[in-house]
C-alpha cells in the first residue's frame, strides 16, 4: 500500500501548456506539501496545506495553484509551463501533533518528473 | 544568509571511514532538527531526528548545538550502501508545519 502516492511519475510538456500532478496520502494525516527539487538537487517548500487550508505560500508564481479538496489531496496545477519549471515535483504529508510537539518525519511521495521543452 | 546551509561535498571516503557532516541554520527561534537521506532519483526519507543531549541510532550520531546554531552528523564505519546525499532539515515553527531542507551533502563510500 502506498502510502503518498502522486501521478504522473513523469511528465514531458511543451511551453505553454497546462499540466497538472495529483497526490493522495492514506495516512490520515493532517498536513500535506509540495516540494520542488531543481537540477542542482535543492528541495524547495512551495506550499503546505493542514486540514485543506493553505498555511504556507512560499514565493512561487502565480501560475502555480494548489488545490485541496479534502485533507487526503493536494493537487498541483501549473498553468503556462516555462522552461524553468522543469524539475522533480515531491508530494509530501506529516501529522502536525500541536504545539511543541512533532515527530518531523515528512511522507514523500516518489516525485513527478516534469520536463518542459 | 540562507536558512539552512551544508557543504555540498561530495564526500568520497572508502568503506570503513568515519565521515563527519555538518549543517548550519540562521533562524535561531528553530524548534526541531532531523537529517534525512536521499538515494539517487528517489524521495527523501528521514535517517534520524537531532536532540540537545545528542543521540544515536547504530552507527549513525547526531549532535545540536544551540548556541552556534550548528548540527552536525557522524557517520562511522561506512558502508557502500551509505552512498546518497544527507539533508539537514529545519522546523521553524511549533506546530511543525514549516520544514526547511538544506540542500544536502553526497557521500560516495567505494570499496
Known amino acids: 500500500d502506498t502510502a503518498v502516492s502522486q501521478t504522473p511519475k513523469y511528465l514531458v510538456t511543451q511551453m505553454g501548456n497546462d499540466k497538472s500532478i495529483k497526490c493522495e496520502q492514506n495516512?490520515?494525516?493532517?498536513?500535506m506539501y509540495w516540494y520542488k527539487q531543481d537540477s542542482k538537487k535543492f528541495l524547495k517548500i512551495m506550499f503546505s496545506?493542514?486540514?485543506?487550508?493553505?498555511?504556507i505560500n512560499e514565493t512561487v508564481p502565480n501560475r502555480f495553484s494548489p488545490k485541496s479538496p479534502d485533507k487526503a489531496h493536494l493537487n498541483l496545477h501549473i498553468n503556462s509551463l516555462e522552461l524553468g519549471d522543469s524539475a522533480v515535483y515531491f508530494c509530501?504529508?506529516?501529522?502536525?501533533?500541536?504545539?511543541?510537539?512533532?515527530?518531523?518525519?515528512?511522507?514523500f511521495g516518489e516525485g513527478s518528473r516534469l520536463t518542459v521543452l | 544568509r540562507k536558512e539552512v546551509e551544508q557543504d555540498p561535498g561530495p564526500f568520497n571516503v572508502p568503506e570503513g571511514a568515519t565521515v563527519a557532516f555538518n549543517c548550519t541554520y540562521s533562524?535561531?527561534?528553530?524548534?526541531?532538527f532531523f537529517w534525512y537521506r536521499q538515494d539517487c532519483r528517489k524521495e527523501p526519507k528521514l535517517l534520524m531526528s537531532?536532540?540537545?543531549s545528542g543521540n544515536e541510532d547504530g552507527r549513525f550520531t547526531a549532535q545540536l548545538n544551540r548556541a552556534s546554531q550548528y548540527i552536525s552528523l557522524l557517520i562511522r564505519d561506512s558502508k557502500l550502501s551509505d552512498s546518497a546525499t544527507y539533508l539537514c532539515?529545519?522546523?521553524?515553527?511549533?506546530?511543525?508545519?514549516?520544514?526547511?531542507f538544506g540542500k544536502g551533502t553526497t557521500l560516495s563510500v567505494s570499496s
Open positions: 509530501a504529508s506529516s501529522q502536525a501533533l500541536g504545539e511543541g510537539v512533532n515527530t518531523g518525519e515528512l511522507f
Open positions: 495516512l490520515g494525516h493532517d498536513t
Open positions: 496545506y493542514n486540514n485543506k487550508e493553505l498555511i
Open positions: 533562524n535561531s527561534a528553530s524548534q526541531s
Open positions: 537531532v536532540y540537545s
Open positions: 532539515v529545519v522546523i521553524l515553527n511549533q506546530a511543525g508545519t514549516a520544514l526547511i
